[in-house]
């Protein structure tokens, strides 16, 4: 999972691509880069040990030129060194074209195989030199076509190759990818591509639409144009983008991404009345579970109390395992005043590795000291591994497998005993999709396979099939 920007046709493109990037920082934080072209040559910057942040006054100034892509890493793949941060490259006879990437590969051993010369240890650099090693004339738009109709992976991309740029997803459209343009300062037109809505929105740059899974779109002189476009039989657009990884104020994948965490905590809220289950409060873990615990606490007719309170260091599911635990401690701060001596439900996103909620819980009960902790998660258990670009490539880091009863129910009291709290409650897959179908979407356009272990692409079920039958010798 990473944030990608492209700008052209401003006069300070790399400006306004790094502040679209600061607005998706939710995606990738590890490492950022940018290229600019200029007219005459390209000029490639990644932020380093003893260098300057990207967004440092003296980076933007040296970033001058009027076409931009700049990219935000989340690492699911290779190294965490700068040979594998990005932009990065590959070269045709006379130029140089340039790559940022969001997604990942399963099958990313094939992918690199009869690739020469290779910099890096992720996909990013193989999927450009695997389309410039295409022999489909000057233009690369039937080369990436070509690249796509094959590709078995999550790849949502912009290629910089001079003063245009060509922006595609992969065709079952994993991860999102917008398209807009914006009036500068001159008073010309400009075009703009990011992951998120939101982040075009940051920069004063019209939406104009989502580019389509399979579609590729040509920004230069002559606008934002479809090029080309074919995208798959089976659609397969990822669900814990609208749960977690998109920003609350975006829209991906023809949905808001509040309003479908509010329905969806408002399912749950109700679900729970029905059920009999009584509460004092909701308690959101902020920021992104915010709606979620609105609609929740709608549903249940109860007030939202802010309880835990964000201290703004960074997101802790994109930080290493090993610092995930200190982050926790870092990053939250608990009300006594508001939860002592009351019966409160915690309410999150999700629950993937579980580090976070036990560490926050043992705050909780160390200085919220509520008379009971009930716990809600909106995202269904995590059961299967992630192979489309999010870390999540083995069940050991998967806190709800451990608790499987026949291979498809997870024991959520035994999980609650082990976490010190009342009760665990989930939403459901069934609960998921009515969402989506309420909010005029087709529920069978999207990937289900961490939490249903059935996976879109032939790739990627054979991996968890692999690990499944590796659980069982």
């Not at 459209?173 to 929105?201: H, M, N, Q, T």
Request: charged share 25%; glycine share 12%; with cysteine.
């Amino acid at each position: 999972m990473c944030g990608i920007v492209g700008v052209q046709g401003h006069v300070e493109a790399a400006r306004l691509a790094i502040r679209a990037l600061r607005a998706v920082r939710n995606r990738g934080d590890d490492t950022r880069g940018a290229v600019v072209w200029n007219g005459i040559r390209t000029y490639p910057y990644i932020e380093g040990e003893g260098r300057l942040p990207l967004d440092h006054p003296e980076v933007v100034r040296k970033l001058e030129g009027f076409c931009c892509i700049a990219h935000g890493r989340y690492q699911t793949s290779g190294g965490n060194g700068n040979e594998d941060a990005q932009p990065t490259y590959a070269d045709r006879p006379g130029r140089r074209l340039w790559i940022v990437e969001n997604g990942d590969t399963p099958s990313l051993a094939e992918l690199q195989e009869g690739v020469p010369y290779r910099r890096s240890s992720t996909e990013a650099e193989a999927i450009l030199k695997h389309i410039v090693g295409t022999n489909e004339g000057s233009l690369p738009v039937r080369a990436i076509e070509r690249f796509l109709e094959t590709y078995d992976g999550a790849c949502s991309a912009i290629i910089m190759d001079g003063k245009r740029l060509f922006a595609f997803r992969d065709r079952f459209g994993f991860r999102p990818l917008w398209v807009g343009e914006g009036i500068g300062e001159d008073a010309k037109v400009f075009y703009a591509v990011a992951s998120e809505s939101w982040a075009l929105e940051k920069i004063g740059v019209h939406t104009m639409r989502e580019i389509g899974p399979g579609e590729i779109v040509e920004l230069s002189d002559r606008g934002a144009l479809t090029v080309a476009g074919k995208p798959a039989v089976r659609l397969a657009q990822c669900g814990f983008e609208l749960h977690y990884f998109a920003g609350v104020s975006s829209t991906i994948f023809g949905v808001s991404v509040e309003e479908f965490r509010f329905y969806l905590g408002e399912r749950i809220g109700s679900m729970l009345a029905l059920q009999g289950y009584a509460t004092e409060m909701v308690v959101p873990v902020p920021d992104s579970s915010i709606p979620l615990a609105e609609g929740v606490a709608e549903g249940l007719g109860v007030p939202v109390v802010f309880g835990i309170r964000r201290m703004h260091t960074g997101r802790t599911f994109i930080t290493s395992v090993g610092r995930r635990k200190r982050s926790a401690g870092e990053k939250y701060a608990v009300s006594r005043m508001r939860m002592r001596g009351k019966h409160a439900t915690i309410v999150d996103d999700s629950k993937v590795r579980g580090l976070t909620m036990r560490e926050l819980v043992a705050m909780l009960k160390r200085d919220g000291v509520p008379s009971g902790l009930s716990l809600v998660f909106g995202y269904p258990p995590v059961i299967g591994s992630c192979y489309y670009g999010i870390d999540l490539k083995s069940f050991d880091k998967l806190a709800a497998r451990r608790y499987l009863k026949q291979g498809v129910h997870v024991d959520t009291a035994a999980m609650a005993r082990d976490l010190g709290v009342n009760d665990v409650f989930y939403g459901t897959v069934a609960m998921q999709r009515a969402v989506l179908k309420k909010l005029g979407v087709n529920p069978r356009s999207f990937c289900e396979g961490c939490i249903t272990g059935r996976y879109p692409t032939p790739a990627g079920q054979r991996m968890y099939d692999d690990l499944v039958a590796a659980e069982r010798r």
